[in-house]
């Protein structure tokens, strides 16, 4: 979905003229694309008429003098938009209080990963200074306990349940019981998720046989058993990416809180509509990341700030530029953080997982050989300038960094070529007039 609706993005970039036509085939692709992924029928219809709306408002009221680069703008960012309002029901998402004990309940069909989340839950909130616990109420599936008694003692977090009870109603009274005495801030409810008498029901639901269709069917039918106040879309990490997200805010009018990315505790990301839509869309996430980051540089939040503040302003120098690829190394498989990243060169991310952290080692390597100086320097140090400011080779500097680091010209060349496009787009998008900016300002 992402790809098609980038490529239809994109195309605009090559034709000369925005008119109308030319606006009819873009939401034609787009439209196409949110079909293809079983996106609701109605919803997209409305799409279009919106961007409809706003492109021709936008249009009329500049008259004339519009210009070409501006036109496209406005295209792109109200398809942007609206792509946002798909997932963003305008309410705000669901928050644990400190100090009370809050209680929250998984529901969904068997398999959708209930259990493995409300490990990453608990484990989320218990890292944000929340005392939490797992209570096990699926008395449906065998092991479903064991399964629990296993991840949540992994997560080290406190969990109750029964071998013995088969009344899931009774162990979850008992445990939000016992939790709230012992005064846990953060109790969740884990449930075999389905109820004998809902199975013509789940049959149904099985018998629409794609994913994207399934996704809205199913929102609408737990909504309507259990009234939930938000959603957390599992395995994000598959194939079906962002038609099952959009389709279940659309039949519920609730929130996402969180994405599931994967098997692993820390596998869970915080949703928020515009980072998602940019992600979908090939564009980045820089909140995302710097959100990782800070994450990871608990210890140092104020240092995070400041790199935040520097890459806005484009003032990034080689040094701060290696101590984020060091934070990145240390946050997890590059695959995934690399999505993160807008505009990435490709070749960083190709090959397996292993291949982009020796890539990053290397990296290293090379700054480690660069003195204070050049590493406090935005990389004009290696060049040699003409009188008129042109570049028109390499110092010295670059073959000592070379051999110094054991690496090659070449290898401190890219390097340095690199580091001028992640500053040169991180200035581009994050500027005052940057396409990030005006994409992600809060209306
Ligand atoms: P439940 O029946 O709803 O409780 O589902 P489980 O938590 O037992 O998960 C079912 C399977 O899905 C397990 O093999 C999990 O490891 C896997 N799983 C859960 N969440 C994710 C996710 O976000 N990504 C991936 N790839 N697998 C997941
Ligand atoms: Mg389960």
Same mark, same amino acid.
């Given at each position: 979905l992402g790809r098609k609706l980038n490529a239809a993005l994109s195309s605009l970039n090559r034709i000369p003229v925005v008119d109308e036509k030319v606006l009819d085939t873009l939401l034609k692709e787009v439209c196409a694309a949110l079909l293809e992924s079983d996106i609701n029928v109605k919803l997209v219809s409305q799409l279009r008429q919106k961007v409809r709306t706003k492109v021709k408002a936008a249009f009329e009221s500049g008259g004339e003098k519009v210009k070409e680069a501006n036109r496209k703008n406005i295209v792109q960012k109200a398809v942007f938009d609206e792509l946002v309002n798909l997932v963003d029901p305008g309410i705000d998402p669901y928050k644990p209080k400190k100090g009370y004990s809050n209680v929250i309940m998984a529901v969904g069909l068997q398999g959708n990963?209930?259990? $493995? $989340?409300?490990? *990453?839950?608990?484990?989320?909130?218990? #890292?944000?200074?929340? #005392?939490? +616990? &797992?209570?096990c109420a699926d008395t449906f599936r065998a092991g479903a306990f064991d399964q629990t008694r296993q991840s949540a003692t992994k997560a080290k977090v406190a969990y109750f349940g029964s071998y013995t009870e088969t009344d899931p109603v009774t162990i979850a009274a008992q445990g939000v019981a016992k939790f709230k005495k012992e005064k846990f801030e953060v109790i969740i409810v884990d449930t075999s998720g389905r109820h004998k008498q809902e199975s013509e029901l789940f049959e149904e639901m099985? %018998? &629409? !046989?794609?994913?994207? %269709?399934?996704?809205?069917? %199913? +929102? @609408?039918? =737990?909504?309507e058993s259990a009234d939930f106040g938000a959603i957390i879309v599992t395995k994000m990490d598959g194939h079906a990416k962002g038609g099952g997200a959009i389709s279940a805010v659309a039949a519920t009018k609730t929130p996402i809180i969180f994405l599931g990315t994967g098997e692993h505790l820390t596998?869970?990301? @915080? =949703? +928020?509509? %515009?980072?998602? &839509?940019? *992600?979908? /869309?090939? /564009? !980045?996430?820089v909140q995302g990341l710097m959100e990782h980051m800070q994450d990871l540089a608990t210890q140092n939040p104020d240092r995070q700030k400041e790199m935040a503040k520097k890459l806005e302003e484009g003032k990034l120098s080689i040094r701060d530029w290696r101590e984020q690829i060091q934070n990145v190394m240390n946050l997890g498989p590059i695959s995934k953080i690399a999505s993160m990243i807008p505009g990435l060169p490709q070749d960083l991310l190709q090959g397996s997982d292993e291949e982009g952290a020796l890539r990053m080692k290397r990296m290293i390597y090379i700054t480690d050989s660069m003195s204070s100086e050049e590493l406090d320097s935005d990389g004009s140090l290696f060049m040699e300038f003409a009188k008129d400011g042109k570049? &028109?080779?390499? $110092?010295? @500097?670059? +073959?000592?960094?070379?051999? !110094?680091? !054991?690496? $090659?010209?070449?290898?401190?060349?890219? /390097?340095?070529c690199q580091y001028r496009m992640m500053a040169n787009m991180a200035k581009q998008a994050g500027g005052k007039n940057g396409w990030l900016q005006a994409m992600q300002k809060v209306q």
């Amino acid at each position: 979905l992402g790809r098609k609706l980038n490529a239809a993005l994109s195309s605009l970039n090559r034709i000369p003229v925005v008119d109308e036509k030319v606006l009819d085939t873009l939401l034609k692709e787009v439209c196409a694309a949110l079909l293809e992924s079983d996106i609701n029928v109605k919803l997209v219809s409305q799409l279009r008429q919106k961007v409809r709306t706003k492109v021709k408002a936008a249009f009329e009221s500049g008259g004339e003098k519009v210009k070409e680069a501006n036109r496209k703008n406005i295209v792109q960012k109200a398809v942007f938009d609206e792509l946002v309002n798909l997932v963003d029901p305008g309410i705000d998402p669901y928050k644990p209080k400190k100090g009370y004990s809050n209680v929250i309940m998984a529901v969904g069909l068997q398999g959708n990963g209930k259990t $493995t $989340t409300c490990t *990453k839950l608990a484990v989320h909130y218990q #890292k944000r200074g929340f #005392k939490s +616990s &797992i209570v096990c109420a699926d008395t449906f599936r065998a092991g479903a306990f064991d399964q629990t008694r296993q991840s949540a003692t992994k997560a080290k977090v406190a969990y109750f349940g029964s071998y013995t009870e088969t009344d899931p109603v009774t162990i979850a009274a008992q445990g939000v019981a016992k939790f709230k005495k012992e005064k846990f801030e953060v109790i969740i409810v884990d449930t075999s998720g389905r109820h004998k008498q809902e199975s013509e029901l789940f049959e149904e639901m099985r %018998q &629409i !046989g794609n994913a994207g %269709q399934a996704a809205e069917a %199913q +929102s @609408r039918a =737990f909504k309507e058993s259990a009234d939930f106040g938000a959603i957390i879309v599992t395995k994000m990490d598959g194939h079906a990416k962002g038609g099952g997200a959009i389709s279940a805010v659309a039949a519920t009018k609730t929130p996402i809180i969180f994405l599931g990315t994967g098997e692993h505790l820390t596998d869970l990301d @915080r =949703f +928020s509509p %515009q980072p998602f &839509i940019s *992600k979908l /869309l090939g /564009l !980045g996430d820089v909140q995302g990341l710097m959100e990782h980051m800070q994450d990871l540089a608990t210890q140092n939040p104020d240092r995070q700030k400041e790199m935040a503040k520097k890459l806005e302003e484009g003032k990034l120098s080689i040094r701060d530029w290696r101590e984020q690829i060091q934070n990145v190394m240390n946050l997890g498989p590059i695959s995934k953080i690399a999505s993160m990243i807008p505009g990435l060169p490709q070749d960083l991310l190709q090959g397996s997982d292993e291949e982009g952290a020796l890539r990053m080692k290397r990296m290293i390597y090379i700054t480690d050989s660069m003195s204070s100086e050049e590493l406090d320097s935005d990389g004009s140090l290696f060049m040699e300038f003409a009188k008129d400011g042109k570049p &028109i080779g390499l $110092t010295w @500097r670059v +073959s000592r960094v070379a051999r !110094g680091s !054991g690496t $090659t010209v070449r290898e401190v060349e890219e /390097l340095l070529c690199q580091y001028r496009m992640m500053a040169n787009m991180a200035k581009q998008a994050g500027g005052k007039n940057g396409w990030l900016q005006a994409m992600q300002k809060v209306q």
